[in-house]
Nanobody, 124 residues
Framework: VQLQASGGGLVQAGGSLRLSCAAS????????MGWFRQAPGEDREFVGT????????SYASFVKGRFTISRDNAKNTVYLQMNSLKPADTAIYYC??????????????????WGQGTLVTVSS
C-alpha cells in the first residue's frame, strides 16, 4: 500500500491543523493506521493509532485529548485532527500502515508501510 500525507503547515500556538493520509494500492480496511512524528534531532515517536474499522483508537500520553484520529474507508483516508497545538508539537508527521492481523501496534518498527511525512510548525 502507498501512503501520501498532506495538510502540514505553519500555525500559531493554540491553533489547529488537520492532517490527511491517502492510501492506494490495496484494500484500505485491511490495515491498522498509525501516526508518528519526528522532531529535529529526536527519535520518531508514536502519536496514535486507529483500528481497521475506526472504532478503536489509542494515543500517546502527550496528546492528552488534543488530537483525534479518524478514518474514512470509503475514501481510503486517515486523518489526524490536532487542536491546541504547542511549539513542542513541531515535527514531521508520518502516517503508517500495518496489517490488522498484527493487532495493536504502537512502535514505529511494527509498521510496514510509511508515507513521506508532512511538516508541522507551531510558532509561539
Amino acid at each position: 500500500v502507498q501512503l501520501q500525507a498532506s495538510g502540514g503547515g505553519l500555525v500559531q500556538a493554540g491553533g489547529s491543523l488537520r492532517l490527511s493520509c491517502a492510501a492506494s494500492g490495496r484494500t484500505f480496511s485491511y490495515y491498522r493506521m498509525g501516526w508518528f512524528r519526528q522532531a529535529p534531532g529526536e527519535d520518531r515517536e508514536f502519536v496514535g493509532t486507529i483500528n481497521w474499522s475506526g472504532e478503536r483508537t489509542s494515543y500517546a500520553s502527550f496528546v492528552k485529548g488534543r488530537f483525534t484520529i479518524s478514518r474514512d474507508n470509503a475514501k481510503n483516508t486517515v486523518y489526524l485532527q490536532m487542536n491546541s497545538l504547542k511549539p513542542a508539537d513541531t515535527a514531521i508527521y508520518y502516517c503508517a500502515a500495518v496489517e490488522s492481523r498484527r493487532g495493536v501496534v504502537v512502535t514505529h518498527d511494527g509498521y510496514q508501510y510509511w508515507g513521506q511525512g508532512t511538516l508541522v510548525t507551531v510558532s509561539s
